[in-house]
């Protein structure tokens, strides 16, 4: 089958996509990873094409996410960060209706690329499905996931309802666009949410069970397919800093927040050195988009590294608790020290808790060198923490989530 991957948004969004696209390949497929221009060199060492997309929205809604800053008390920059969400939207219309391929013979679509692909591919009378990696779906089982993680309970369904609306209207502009585009009778993002579920659209969740079980009150078509891992490039080898370093004493502490850093990261440069000192660690900081840098004796700062390498050589995480990092976590079965900034991500963090792999989530926004220095000395000192973590890895060791879906493709073929 010629097959389009199509996914936006930022590493985390792309990453997972690269092993769920690798593993259809082996399979005989014709894949082609459709996403932006930038991660050309993340997708190409895998062997499989790409189609770039050549703007990239998700860089001004990057940029307004930063201008939020930790504390969100500012009105006019969480406005701004509501603006260039819509304007994101709007500007992916053009970028996906130019990148997808009429001759295909399945789109498979991402969380932030369905609402607009889905359309597409209709119009083009192919057929799709779903590959997310977060849950969208009203659920009494859990909150929804742009909210923080709540326990089972019926008003759970109306959060995700409610949740699910204002996304909707943040797609707003961008489905009216994308229907005057194709000529078609306008329709609102909420009409086609409600045609995506009478439609029983097939979805599939890049996520354990182990991790967020199948809600028993989903509908016919969702299914939890286990994560798909980002592929790891063949040729690719680790630095000799990053070696030396690891070789010359205990286990540091990997501290990583990828795109997602708001504020001066200068001030969490400071406090994030202060509290690998009093915790007594090593720690290994990932400089990200915001250029995040920490330098001493016992820290060393670093660019893009494979969590699939570096994770398990940690003594735990210190992380955003984006989908993408919180699954390299997981699979790495060492403590997090979640410290969520918006979207999913205290969603994430609150779930790394109940599953017993972290002691607490951290408040960006009131976070100290003490108490992140203090949930260090949790996360590693409580050997409670590191066995969870690693029991859990252990069963996620055991699935087979890109062969999940490659199964559903497969009878797609038939």
Partial sequence: ??????????????????????????EGHD??????????????????????????????????RRDLGGARRSPRAALGLLRATERAAVELVDEILAATDPKADLILLSTLTAPIGRVVATRHRIPSMG????PDTP???????????????PANRLRGRAANAVVDALYGAASRRLHARLGLPARSAHGLRRARERSRWPIWHGFSPAVVPR???????????????????PHWEPPALVTDFLQAGPAPVFVGFGSALPGAPERFADLTARALR???????????????????DDVITVGALPHGW????????????GAGTTAAGLRAGVPAVPVPLGTDQPWWAGRLVRLGVSPGVLSYAELTAGRLAWALRQATGEPRYARRATALAARLGREDGAGAVARAVATIAR
């Fill in 131 to 134: 590959v997310f990696l977060q």
């Fill in 1 to 26: 089958m010629r097959i389009q991957i199509i996914t936006a948004g930022t590493t985390g969004s792309v990453a997972p996509y690269t092993g769920l696209g690798h593993r259809l390949l082996d």
């Fill in 215 to 233: 809600a028993a009150d989903w509908r016919p078509g969702l299914r939890v397919a286990g994560y798909w891992w980002p592929h790891e490039c």
């Fill in 31 to 64: 894949v082609e990873v459709v996403t932006h221009a930038r991660f050309a060199g993340l997708v190409g060492c895998c062997g499989l094409r790409m189609r770039p997309m050549d703007a990239d929205p998700f860089e001004g809604l990057l940029a307004a």
């Fill in 278 to 296: 009093q915790a007594g660690l090593r720690g290994i900081v990932q400089s990200g988009s915001a250029g995040l840098s920490v330098v001493n």
């Fill in 310 to 321: 570096l994770m398990p050589r940690t003594a735990a995480v210190v992380h955003h608790a």
């Fill in 139 to 153: 659920t009494t089982a859990y909150g929804p996931c742009t909210l923080p993680w709540r326990p089972p309970g």
